[in-house]
């Protein structure tokens, strides 16, 4: 399976808080299996904090760790580029609860 980021990109945000100039950085990662695509990871940057802001991989996709190769890539160059470890998006489901506390028990979660 490949990793790649396919596009990184900036925007300006107006976040309660942060005021109404506050930059964001933006990453979507792909995972690909033999030129097919097999799902996408979209990660948020601001000054503070790096996350997962949605994963999503097809139904004919999943339980062959496509989301771990992604996350564990996303959060490698995190770490590497940024210095601070890759966290998920406050918002989770009922459905992706246990994916996100196997990062972290697996160690994946931190730098």
């Known amino acids: ?3 790649t980021v396919k596009h990184r990109f900036a925007a300006t945000t107006n976040r ?4 109404p100039t506050h930059d964001v950085n933006f ?5 690909e299996r033999d ?3 097999m799902g996408a990871l979209f990660v948020t940057h601001d000054d503070d904090y790096s996350f997962v802001k949605k994963v999503e991989v097809p139904p004919e996709g999943r339980r062959g760790g496509v989301a ?4 564990t890539e ?3 160059r995190t770490c590497q580029e940024r210095g601070r470890p890759l966290a998920s998006d406050t918002f989770r489901s009922k ?9 972290v028990a697996k160690g994946r979660a931190h730098c």
């Not at 990453?27 to 995972?31: D, R």
């Open 1 to 3: 399976m490949t990793i």
């Open 16 to 19: 309660p808080g942060k005021g």
């Open 27 to 31: 990453e979507i990662f792909t995972a």
């Open 35 to 37: 030129g097919a695509p």
């Open 68 to 71: 771990t190769a992604l996350y």
């Open 74 to 76: 996303a959060a490698r």
């Open 95 to 103: 459905y992706s609860q246990g994916f996100w506390e196997k990062q």
